[in-house]
């Protein structure tokens, strides 16, 4: 017999869901707010998303986010795919032990993970701006493509790569033809949360970045210690919706690798 849930779980559950959504629909309907005093109401108005695009600072560090996400997820794609891919054919007793290292950048917390670049970049001598960006942007991405690569990997059956080896096929094509179509679904669902992690990153962004270069979490960032702006809301409500779309896109495409 199935016992319901009780008051706790419920009460818990209302909590959570409390603390999480309401701070975010606040945000989102005073995006609409005529008012530029954010706790005031003073009737809707679209006018501070208007007012987005005709900032060219804010479209500045839009462009640089994209152009970052976007390379740093096509280089992590590549060297993510490869490395599940060689993990795959090496049999080693290491292999743990490298996939445990491949997944640490995820661990550690962030703030280090920027203090070493910091200091790694300095004793190079690299300029800071787009390229450490990316390198930074990249030991991040890396570990989640890596991981739902290698996943897919260890359920797909490899009797379908042995059977076009005993048709002729030479490794390459038969990786072609048959392990990326079956892996392709995976890396699609890792290249978009690794994206979204990425447009979403501040604390690396902060230590890697120049003074010419800004992304758009960090303008945001360094905009919120003058206060909470309407321009401020608008923009977070659509990188909200952004995430979101991104995030179910992920969803929808690791449901179908499933199917």
């Not at 839009?62 to 054919?89: E, P």
Request: aromatic fraction near 8%; charged fraction near 15%.
């Amino acid at each position: 017999m199935k016992t319901r849930p009780g008051l706790l779980p419920k009460a818990y559950l209302a909590v959570m869901l409390v603390l999480t959504y309401v701070p975010l629909a606040v945000t989102v309907v005073y995006s609409f707010n005529e008012s530029r005093i954010s706790s005031v109401w003073s009737g809707f108005s679209v006018r501070w998303y208007e007012e987005l695009f005709y900032n060219r600072d804010i479209r500045e560090a839009l462009g640089n986010s994209i152009f970052v996400s976007c390379v740093s997820c096509a280089v992590s794609a590549v060297i993510g795919t490869l490395g599940a891919l060689g993990m795959r054919r090496c049999r080693s007793r290491i292999n743990d032990i490298l996939a445990y290292v491949s997944t640490l950048p995820v661990m550690i917390p962030e703030i280090i993970l920027g203090m070493v670049f910091l200091a790694v970049f300095s004793l190079l001598r690299l300029p800071f701006g787009l390229a450490t960006l990316i390198i930074g942007h990249c030991t991040f991405c890396v570990p989640y493509i890596f991981l739902t690569v290698r996943a897919r990997l260890a359920g797909m059956d490899s009797a379908l790569e042995d059977a076009a080896r005993d048709l002729g096929a030479r490794p390459l094509r038969a990786l072609w033809d048959v392990v990326l179509p079956e892996i392709a679904p995976a890396v699609a669902s890792g290249m978009l949360l690794a994206f979204a992690m990425s447009f979403d990153d501040v604390i690396i962004s902060i230590f890697v970045t120049g003074p010419s270069v800004n992304t758009l979490p960090v303008l945001i960032y360094t905009t919120l210690k003058t206060g909470v702006t309407p321009e401020i809301n608008a923009l977070a409500a659509l990188l909200l919706a952004a995430t979101a779309v991104i995030m179910a896109a992920a969803g929808v495409i690791e449901k179908q690798h499933k199917h």
